[in-house]
């Protein structure tokens, strides 16, 4: 018969748990930036699919560079996402080492810790990768010069 942990035992091991689970939190936040983020650009391209198909030239080929830019930073924002449910995974499998730990009386300190550096390691890159999709959007979203030093025509009555 497994033997029960006391209520101490339990309320310390919460104590340890407590910092992963406010970790999850911020990863939710980071995500909801992250899909947020995603939801512009899929609009986005939604308007300018329709604009490519509609349009012929110089005007044609400027909407078929935004929209392959478009393409590269849903891929981004996608990955960005991925690696932080990876890593929000990892704290979750953490939290559950660490109560699994106490209520089985294992030694499992080191896997634990190398979980957390991993899920660390992995929102690391989440953060590198969302980076990355705001350099591109910053680089993306610029005025015209036409539209930026457009004179509107005088009246001729005037």
Same mark, same amino acid.
């Given at each position: 018969?497994?033997?029960?942990?006391?209520?101490?035992?339990?309320?310390?091991?919460?104590?340890?748990?407590? @910092?992963? %689970?406010? &970790?999850?939190?911020? !990863?939710?936040?980071?995500?909801?930036?992250?899909? /947020?983020?995603?939801? #512009?650009? $899929?609009?986005?391209?939604?308007?300018?699919?329709?604009?490519?198909?509609?349009?012929?030239?110089?005007?044609?080929?400027?909407?078929?560079?935004?929209?392959?830019?478009?393409?590269?930073?849903?891929?981004?924002?996608?990955?960005?996402?991925?690696?932080?449910?990876?890593?929000? @995974?990892? %704290?979750? &499998?953490?939290?559950? !080492?660490?109560?699994?730990?106490?209520?089985?009386? /294992?030694?499992?300190? #080191?896997? $634990?810790?190398?979980?957390?550096?991993?899920?660390?390691?992995?929102?690391?890159?989440?953060?590198?990768?969302?980076?990355?999709?705001?350099?591109?959007?910053?680089?993306?979203?610029?005025?015209?010069?036409?539209?930026?030093?457009?004179?509107?025509?005088?009246?001729?009555?005037?």
């Amino acid at each position: 018969m497994i033997p029960m942990p006391q209520v101490a035992q339990v309320a310390q091991t919460i104590q340890l748990a407590l @910092a992963p %689970v406010f &970790l999850l939190a911020g !990863l939710g936040a980071f995500l909801n930036v992250c899909t /947020g983020r995603l939801a #512009r650009v $899929i609009d986005r391209a939604r308007v300018v699919e329709s604009l490519v198909l509609a349009t012929r030239g110089k005007e044609h080929d400027r909407f078929v560079d935004e929209i392959r830019k478009l393409d590269r930073r849903m891929t981004v924002v996608n990955s960005a996402i991925f690696l932080t449910v990876a890593s929000g @995974a990892s %704290v979750c &499998l953490v939290v559950i !080492l660490l109560f699994g730990s106490e209520l089985f009386h /294992g030694h499992i300190g #080191r896997p $634990i810790a190398f979980l957390f550096i991993a899920a660390m390691m992995l929102q690391a890159a989440a953060f590198v990768t969302f980076i990355i999709e705001i350099r591109l959007a910053s680089r993306t979203i610029h005025i015209r010069n036409e539209v930026l030093f457009h004179k509107a025509e005088e009246d001729e009555g005037a």
